[in-house]
């Protein structure tokens, strides 16, 4: 059972374009976080997100808690946006038993210049 | 200000052996965690603390104990090591156990463990 589903698994672009990434999930949650991973490297949050939608720099991300959905978006794509993008939600709360995080199994983006 | 310091970053074990993945954070976060990454998969939780003196078994908890005798300290310890424990190891935490959380996790550089 995938608790997070991400889409596409996979994703070239050409240097300068928009980029989408989807996360879907049917656990309910308190907050969701997009995650980036550069090749043989560590793990970076990128964004936490409970409702609505935020702006760093050229990432965007949106979260619609209704329809149990999230989306990243690169506007302006560049080689150095290449890495993998984890979508993980949180389920519950701290102290309770089950609590815990879900991830995604990454999104991985080359952008090509 | 450190953040998540894990050592060691690369480690090759015999079948049978033990050791000890060490996680230290200096930012007096009250949650801390393990988990295991492998090719095609997410991140699987294996265990957590939400404080000193607190842990409790994530998704993939068998092979593995914890210990939080500290805030700072979560180390994560391989009784006895098998192929299938072959994976890489990130430790994160965040500041505090409210349930909405206005926090990000914080990851360390991640433990590369190969299990011959």
Redesign the interface.
């Known amino acids: 059972k995938?608790e997070?589903e991400q889409s596409p698994q996979n994703l070239t672009a050409q240097e300068g374009e928009f980029i989408t990434i989807n996360c879907s999930y049917s656990v309910g949650i308190?907050?969701l976080?997009w995650?980036q991973q550069h090749p043989g490297?560590?793990?970076?949050?990128l964004?936490?997100l409970?409702s609505g939608k935020k702006k760093h720099g050229r990432l965007i991300a949106t979260i619609n808690i209704q329809e149990k959905h999230s989306s990243l978006h690169i506007t302006a794509s560049h080689p150095r946006d290449s890495a993998v993008y984890?979508c993980?939600v949180?389920h519950?709360?701290?102290?309770d038993?089950g609590n815990?995080?879900?991830?995604?199994?990454?999104t991985s983006l080359t952008v090509i210049p | 200000n450190a953040g998540v310091t894990q050592t060691p970053k690369f480690q090759v074990l015999k079948t049978g052996q033990s050791m000890t993945l060490q996680c230290a954070q200096d930012m007096n976060h009250e949650y801390m965690s393990w988990y295991r990454q492998d090719p095609g998969m997410g991140l699987r939780l294996i265990h957590y603390s939400v404080g000193a003196g607190i842990t409790d078994q994530g998704e993939v908890p068998n092979g593995y104990n914890v210990s939080r005798s500290t805030t700072e300290d979560f180390p994560l310890r391989l009784l006895s090591a098998a192929p299938s424990q072959t994976s890489v190891y990130f430790c994160a935490s965040q500041p505090d156990y409210t349930a909405l959380g206005s926090n990000v996790l914080t990851f360390g550089a991640g433990s590369r463990l190969t299990v011959l």
Request: proline share 0%; no cysteine.
């Open positions: 995938n997070v308190s907050a976080h995650l490297g560590g793990i970076v949050s964004f936490m409970s984890i993980a949180f519950g709360r701290w102290r038993t815990q995080f879900y991830f995604g199994t990454g």
